[in-house]
């Protein structure tokens, strides 16, 4: 069967149908192709880019303009997934104005098909503003990366029963001012299960268990390219960062000993043509 280009509307009726929907984040060209021949059903670009490429210790340095050059860059590179454009720190808090005019870069030089937010009900009215304008919305609650210092830390979310109450006020706002899909981040399986059992929205989780409509990875822990231990509620597939390390080491070691390049990596030239060079 032909594939075709994924719509929020196909993701909503994979959660009606019970079938998983999968995500992944990408960054750059070759790895979008690579989704892309995979069969992933929707590509994020996250602001974790801030940590697994820029080299930033968190995601609050990245700008607007960081985001959209690898937005289109990974636009590029897609053809059939969903794609998400994540909006950073300060695109969107100052004022609603702000958030819709941010958003619409995103569709609009970027090349996507929704943007995502992070926050709670306080969020809900920025939400609806985007939707309004005819922007597909993707919520974010439980641990919020953007507000780690506000969090206190890189913590579970949701734990006691005021924590959990939260969150699903939190999804009834995010529903009722219109976002289609939502990520849970490390917030307790339980109640992942029960809230995306009781809300429209497409639940992605990370760190949230198996019962959300479907997951998402930072391609970066699920390929094992970033210099550090993958966080628990990832899983590597590969670890493909010593491998890297040792291809540059052993380039590194044939240059200085001249094993490369060999013969076979140069081009000859006419005998003849070099006599008649003048040096």
């Known amino acids: 069967?032909?594939?075709?280009?994924?719509?929020?509307?196909?993701?909503?009726?994979?959660?009606?149908?019970?079938?998983?929907?999968?995500?992944?984040?990408?960054?750059?060209?070759?790895?979008?192709?690579?989704?892309?021949r995979a069969g992933v059903d929707s590509v994020l670009v996250g602001d974790s880019l801030g940590n697994v490429v820029l080299g930033y210790e968190s995601t609050v340095p990245v700008t607007m303009d960081e985001m959209l050059h690898h937005v289109k860059a990974v636009r590029r590179g897609l053809t059939y997934p969903l794609l998400i454009g994540d909006m950073p720190f300060m695109s969107y808090q100052v004022s609603l104005e702000q958030a819709v005019m941010n958003a619409g870069r995103f569709l609009k030089e970027g090349g996507c098909d929704c943007v995502k937010l992070e926050g709670g009900t306080e969020m809900a009215p920025t939400v609806k503003a985007i939707v309004d304008a005819g922007i597909p919305v993707c919520a974010h609650i439980g641990l919020t990366p953007q507000s780690v210092a506000q969090l206190g830390g890189y913590k579970v979310q949701g734990k006691d029963l005021a924590g959990a109450q939260k969150l699903i006020d939190d999804a009834g706002a995010l529903a009722e001012a219109g976002a289609s899909l939502i990520v849970?981040?490390?917030?307790?399986?339980?109640?992942?299960?029960?809230?995306?059992?009781?809300?429209?929205?497409?639940?992605?989780?990370i760190g949230a268990g198996p019962d959300c409509d479907g997951q998402v990875l930072v391609v970066h822990d699920l390929i094992g390219l970033a210099e550090r231990t993958p966080p628990k509620m990832a899983k590597?597939?590969?670890?493909?960062?010593p491998q890297l390390e040792q291809a540059i080491s052993s380039y590194v070691e044939e240059v200085g000993s001249e094993a490369f390049p060999a013969e076979e990596h140069g081009f000859a030239m006419d005998q003849a043509v070099v006599d008649q060079l003048k040096l």
């Open 1 to 36: 069967m032909d594939r075709k280009k994924i719509t929020i509307p196909d993701l909503i009726a994979k959660k009606k149908n019970g079938q998983k929907v999968t995500m992944l984040t990408a960054y750059d060209y070759p790895t979008a192709r690579a989704m892309d």
């Open 184 to 205: 849970f981040e490390c917030i307790p399986s339980p109640l992942a299960a029960a809230i995306t059992a009781n809300t429209p929205m497409v639940t992605i989780g």
């Open 236 to 241: 590597q597939y590969v670890n493909l960062f």
